[in-house]
């Protein structure tokens, strides 16, 4: 407890002489949000700053081991860790599909030399990552996926289609699901391989969303080298991975909702844009249903600090599903309302209005595998029916 | 502090359950219902329940309790909602137990917690005169007659209201209906009280207590005289998280009996739990079912912390309103999901979703509490 203490007060120091000032205001965009990679233009020497100390520290990836770069911090320091940083109101100094999927997935799974290869500059945001998992025929059904993986010795040569592939137009690496064996049930013949965006062969084409940005890609895979020393586990064992890396990125998806939405809560934004009547909002029909979300969104936000507690005390939980559907569900709710509060100002086409913000949240619940399948998950694996 | 339980209150949520699947259950209420029983629960339940501590665990160990975790006590009366166990344990080892620890003199404390704590006295809070909560419209009368009190009105809706020993009753000594001031608590002998049990539709009574200028003495008084709603809201508040533990624990029994039949009931040669319409109800019902877990659970938390009153008064009325949904939909989908047995008195559901529209009633409904909610969080 003392040490823990002794941990929050260093760490408040720390954060007080290294967060730069710039950096310890909400992001107004997701425009604004650092995503490293071989390619990124900083916004500000702020920015840069930000992250060349966090990652120094290892605070990008808190509770991965120094050994590879991260911070070495046990759940508990993590913790004061992110509390500190919402003390102060300090942007996330890195975003990143290496740090929240295939690092963890590397850190269970991978060989100790793909370890050493890739983490540490993912912790630096050197690297920048997308999944390649995503088929035109391959969606929910993911183990359908058709990209096939030849064996030709050391390596393989990989052919085939990915698509809504995230960033795939700026990343530097791809995790990508690949077939190794047709043979077997669909299941059982998948494996995870790592490979350079730059390797020939590859080409992406971006593809727009209703928001009017193109934030992912088609991606074509013709004859691309990928090096045997790049598959993650075994060949032919990819699935068991690929759910491993699934459920990390669904707590993501859902955390991630109510963490946007947390800043600012609905009714905070309604009182400063509405005002108030006798100490109510003035609508009274729009003031319940912004009490109907903020209650559920205190008891999500409840729920996501309980399954820690219980991870923390008792090892993994089965909860990434529910998580994953609430949180993305409550974040489409918050966005309609939002609608309600801000009237036809909300409706006003441009960059970063709340109209793109709406209509990028209709993918919450597709990205990462719809609600449906969530519910699916939830059913047969936690309620035992079939 | 955690959200998870100790070993201790892990142990007692066991030995609570253990003792009350083998002591009260549906069978117990069909029982008492049957037989028309005018006090609706069985002394002999009471008094296994105070030797076994229950009654105690919120009163301090010098004044003759448990002073045992609120996290503790929450276990216990979720698995009484579980289980339908009707006794006077919430009006009195919770309710006026917290009344009396916030409001009352030394003396007061000295006299009544003991009592209260070994089970030997029954305490009920008369607050509502109609039927929706709401204390600010307290009407019945209190008259200073130079050392005595004079209470002309009428309480209804009183949860065990027509056997209680001593009644707290809520009653305006000052200003009129619709104040929050001017609002006095005082303790009354059930006795001297004209009392009619009216049934209500889970088979229980309330009390409707009727006050024909009864006196009473003197230092029978409550807390501040005018500020009563100072010490009632924090235990009504208590109250209502309490009261969402045991629509929690109702609510989880309806869920598990429903998943099971999903799994047993066949219709087109397969399980009904094999079609996906209902796999995803009941999947969006689990999910439902955490969440309100969690407000619970952070509910008796926040007790135990001693959080400020309006922290706790904000997270009571989120987790009442939510509870109540919950268990409104938890009930509901349990007969829908059983088909025509559902409907009938054969099974238990009924008996469940009687129970949880009658606690939902009790101390203000999912949208008074939501209101509230919104009001307490500044909009
Ligand atoms: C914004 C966004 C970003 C994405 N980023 C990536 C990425 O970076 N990499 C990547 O690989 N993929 C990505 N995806 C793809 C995403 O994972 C898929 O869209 C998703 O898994 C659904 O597959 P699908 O689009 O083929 O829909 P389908 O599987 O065709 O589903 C269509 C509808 O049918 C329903 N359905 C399907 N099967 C069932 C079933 N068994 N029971 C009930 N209902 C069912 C679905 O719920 C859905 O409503 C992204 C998607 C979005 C929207």
Same mark, same amino acid.
């Given at each position: 407890?003392?040490?823990?203490?002794?941990?929050?007060?260093?760490?408040?120091?720390?954060?007080?002489?290294?967060?730069?000032?710039?950096?310890?205001?909400?992001?107004?965009?997701?425009?604004?949000?650092?995503w490293g990679g071989r390619r990124?233009?900083?916004?500000?020497?702020?920015?840069?700053?930000?992250?060349?100390?966090?990652?120094?520290?290892?605070?990008?990836?808190?509770?991965?081991?120094?050994?590879?770069?991260?911070?070495?911090?046990?759940?508990?320091?993590?913790?004061?860790?992110?509390?500190?940083?919402?003390?102060?109101?300090?942007?996330?100094?890195?975003?990143s599909f290496g740090?929240w999927m295939i690092g963890?997935a590397l850190?269970?799974?991978g060989?100790?030399?793909l370890?050493?290869q890739h983490?540490?500059p993912i912790?630096?945001?050197?690297i920048r990552w997308c999944q390649g998992y995503s088929e035109?025929?391959?969606?929910?059904?993911l183990?359908?996926l058709?990209t096939r993986a030849?064996?030709?010795?050391?390596?393989f040569i990989v052919n085939g289609q990915k698509v809504w592939t995230s960033y795939a137009d700026r990343a530097d690496w791809m995790f990508c699901l690949v077939r190794?064996?047709?043979?077997?049930?669909?299941?059982?013949?998948i494996s995870l391989v790592l490979f350079d965006m730059e390797t020939e062969g590859v080409s992406t084409r971006p593809?727009?969303?209703?928001?009017?940005?193109?934030p992912f890609c088609e991606t074509f895979l013709d004859n691309v080298r990928v090096e045997?020393s790049q598959v993650v586990?075994?060949?032919?064992?990819g699935?068991?991975i690929a759910?491993?890396l699934?459920?990390?990125e669904?707590?993501?998806?859902?955390?991630?909702?109510?963490? #946007?939405?947390?800043?600012?809560?609905?009714?905070?934004?309604?009182?400063?844009?509405?005002?108030?009547?006798?100490?109510?909002?003035?609508?009274?029909?729009?003031?319940?249903?912004?009490?109907?979300?903020?209650?559920?969104?205190?008891?999500?936000?409840?729920?996501?600090?309980?399954?820690?507690?219980?991870?923390?005390?008792?090892?993994?939980?089965?909860?990434?599903?529910?998580?994953?559907?609430?949180?993305?569900?409550?974040?489409?709710?918050?966005?309609?309302?939002?609608?309600?509060?801000?009237?036809?100002?909300?409706?006003?086409?441009?960059?970063?209005?709340?109209?793109?913000?709406?209509?990028?949240?209709?993918?919450?619940?597709?990205?990462?595998?719809?609600?449906?399948?969530?519910?699916?998950?939830?059913?047969? #694996?936690?309620?035992?029916?079939? | 502090?955690?959200?998870?339980?100790?070993?201790?209150?892990?142990? +007692?949520?066991?030995?609570?359950?253990?003792?009350?699947?083998?002591?009260?259950?549906?069978?117990?209420?069909?029982?008492?219902?049957?037989?028309?029983?005018?006090?609706?629960?069985?002394?002999?339940?009471?008094?296994?329940?105070?030797?076994?501590?229950?009654?105690?665990?919120?009163?301090?160990?010098?004044?003759?309790?448990?002073?045992?975790?609120?996290?503790?006590?929450?276990?216990?009366?979720?698995?009484?909602?579980?289980?339908?166990?009707?006794?006077?344990?919430?009006?009195?080892?919770?309710?006026?137990?917290?009344?009396?620890?916030?409001?009352?003199?030394?003396?007061?404390?000295?006299?009544?917690?003991?009592?209260?704590?070994?089970?030997? +006295?029954?305490?009920?809070?008369?607050?509502?005169?109609?039927?929706?909560?709401?204390?600010?419209?307290?009407?019945?009368?209190?008259?200073?007659?130079?050392?005595?009190?004079?209470?002309?009105?009428?309480?209804?809706?009183?949860?065990?209201?027509?056997?209680?020993?001593?009644?707290?009753?809520?009653?305006?000594?000052?200003?009129?209906?619709?104040?929050?001031?001017? +609002?006095?608590?005082?303790?009354?002998?059930?006795?001297?009280?004209?009392?009619?049990?009216?049934?209500?539709?889970?088979?229980?009574?309330?009390?409707?207590?009727?006050?024909?200028?009864?006196?009473?003495?003197?230092?029978?008084?409550?807390?501040?005289?005018?500020?009563?709603?100072?010490?009632?809201?924090?235990?009504?508040?208590?109250?209502?998280?309490?009261?969402?533990?045991?629509?929690?624990?109702?609510?989880?029994?309806?869920?598990?009996?429903?998943?099971?039949?999903?799994?047993?009931?066949?219709?087109?040669?397969?399980?009904?739990?094999?079609?996906?319409?209902?796999?995803?109800?009941?999947?969006?019902?689990?999910?439902?079912?955490?969440?309100?877990?969690?407000?619970?659970?952070?509910?008796?938390?926040?007790?135990?912390?001693?959080?400020?009153?309006?922290?706790?008064?904000?997270?009571?009325?989120?987790?009442?309103?939510?509870?109540?949904?919950?268990?409104?939909?938890?009930?509901?989908?349990?007969?829908?999901?059983?088909?025509?047995?559902?409907?009938?008195?054969?099974?238990?559901?009924?008996?469940?979703?009687?129970?949880?529209?009658?606690?939902?009633?009790?101390?203000?409904?999912?949208?008074?509490?939501?209101?509230?909610?919104?009001?307490?969080?500044?909009?």
């Amino acid at each position: 407890m003392q040490e823990l203490a002794e941990f929050r007060r260093e760490t408040r120091l720390w954060l007080e002489d290294n967060c730069p000032q710039s950096m310890r205001t909400p992001f107004v965009s997701d425009k604004e949000r650092c995503w490293g990679g071989r390619r990124w233009q900083f916004h500000s020497d702020d920015q840069q700053l930000w992250l060349e100390r966090m990652a120094q520290k290892g605070w990008t990836a808190p509770t991965w081991s120094r050994e590879y770069g991260g911070g070495g911090l046990n759940k508990d320091q993590a913790k004061v860790l992110k509390q500190e940083m919402a003390a102060i109101g300090a942007r996330s100094p890195l975003d990143s599909f290496g740090i929240w999927m295939i690092g963890p997935a590397l850190l269970k799974f991978g060989s100790e030399a793909l370890k050493q290869q890739h983490l540490p500059p993912i912790v630096r945001g050197e690297i920048r990552w997308c999944q390649g998992y995503s088929e035109p025929g391959a969606g929910s059904d993911l183990a359908g996926l058709q990209t096939r993986a030849e064996d030709r010795g050391d390596h393989f040569i990989v052919n085939g289609q990915k698509v809504w592939t995230s960033y795939a137009d700026r990343a530097d690496w791809m995790f990508c699901l690949v077939r190794t064996d047709s043979e077997v049930s669909k299941h059982s013949g998948i494996s995870l391989v790592l490979f350079d965006m730059e390797t020939e062969g590859v080409s992406t084409r971006p593809i727009k969303l209703i928001s009017g940005n193109s934030p992912f890609c088609e991606t074509f895979l013709d004859n691309v080298r990928v090096e045997k020393s790049q598959v993650v586990g075994d060949i032919n064992k990819g699935w068991t991975i690929a759910k491993y890396l699934l459920t990390h990125e669904r707590e993501m998806i859902g955390g991630m909702g109510l963490a #946007r939405g947390g800043d600012r809560s609905l009714s905070r934004v309604a009182v400063e844009e509405l005002g108030l009547e006798g100490g109510q909002l003035p609508d009274p029909v729009l003031r319940s249903e912004i009490t109907d979300w903020e209650i559920d969104a205190l008891a999500f936000a409840l729920t996501c600090e309980r399954v820690n507690d219980e991870i923390k005390a008792q090892g993994v939980g089965n909860t990434s599903a529910m998580l994953k559907y609430y949180g993305t569900e409550l974040n489409k709710r918050r966005y309609e309302t939002l609608l309600g509060v801000q009237g036809r100002e909300a409706l006003v086409w441009q960059d970063h209005s709340t109209a793109q913000h709406w209509l990028r949240s209709k993918g919450n619940s597709i990205e990462g595998g719809t609600s449906e399948i969530q519910l699916n998950i939830i059913a047969k #694996r936690i309620l035992g029916l079939s | 502090m955690a959200l998870i339980l100790n070993e201790e209150e892990s142990m +007692l949520r066991e030995s609570a359950a253990a003792f009350l699947d083998e002591h009260a259950g549906p069978d117990l209420m069909r029982q008492l219902r049957d037989q028309e029983d005018e006090l609706g629960y069985r002394p002999q339940l009471w008094q296994a329940m105070a030797e076994l501590g229950w009654t105690g665990v919120l009163v301090p160990d010098d004044l003759g309790g448990l002073g045992f975790s609120h996290v503790g006590m929450g276990q216990i009366v979720e698995q009484i909602g579980r289980t339908l166990a009707a006794s006077p344990l919430v009006s009195s080892a919770i309710t006026a137990t917290v009344l009396v620890l916030g409001g009352g003199s030394k003396d007061q404390k000295a006299q009544l917690l003991p009592r209260l704590a070994a089970g030997e +006295l029954t305490m009920a809070l008369a607050v509502d005169e109609g039927p929706r909560h709401d204390p600010r419209a307290t009407a019945l009368k209190a008259e200073q007659d130079g050392d005595q009190v004079v209470l002309s009105g009428t309480k209804r809706f009183v949860e065990d209201g027509h056997f209680a020993d001593q009644v707290i009753v809520l009653a305006r000594s000052s200003g009129e209906a619709g104040q929050s001031d001017g +609002l006095s608590l005082y303790l009354v002998d059930g006795d001297v009280l004209q009392r009619t049990a009216v049934p209500a539709v889970d088979s229980r009574r309330w009390g409707e207590l009727q006050f024909d200028g009864v006196r009473i003495p003197g230092g029978q008084q409550l807390g501040q005289p005018g500020r009563a709603l100072e010490v009632l809201e924090p235990a009504l508040d208590v109250t209502r998280i309490y009261q969402c533990a045991e629509l929690l624990g109702l609510s989880r029994e309806c869920f598990d009996v429903t998943l099971r039949y999903l799994k047993e009931r066949q219709q087109f040669g397969v399980p009904i739990g094999s079609f996906q319409a209902l796999q995803h109800r009941a999947a969006i019902l689990w999910t439902e079912l955490e969440l309100a877990q969690s407000l619970v659970l952070s509910g008796l938390k926040s007790l135990d912390q001693g959080d400020s009153p309006e922290q706790v008064s904000r997270l009571a009325s989120a987790a009442k309103t939510k509870l109540s949904r919950v268990a409104q939909l938890a009930t509901n989908e349990a007969i829908q999901m059983h088909g025509g047995i559902g409907m009938t008195d054969v099974l238990d559901m009924g008996l469940y979703l009687k129970r949880a529209r009658v606690l939902e009633a009790q101390y203000g409904d999912q949208r008074y509490h939501a209101s509230r909610f919104a009001r307490l969080s500044g909009y």
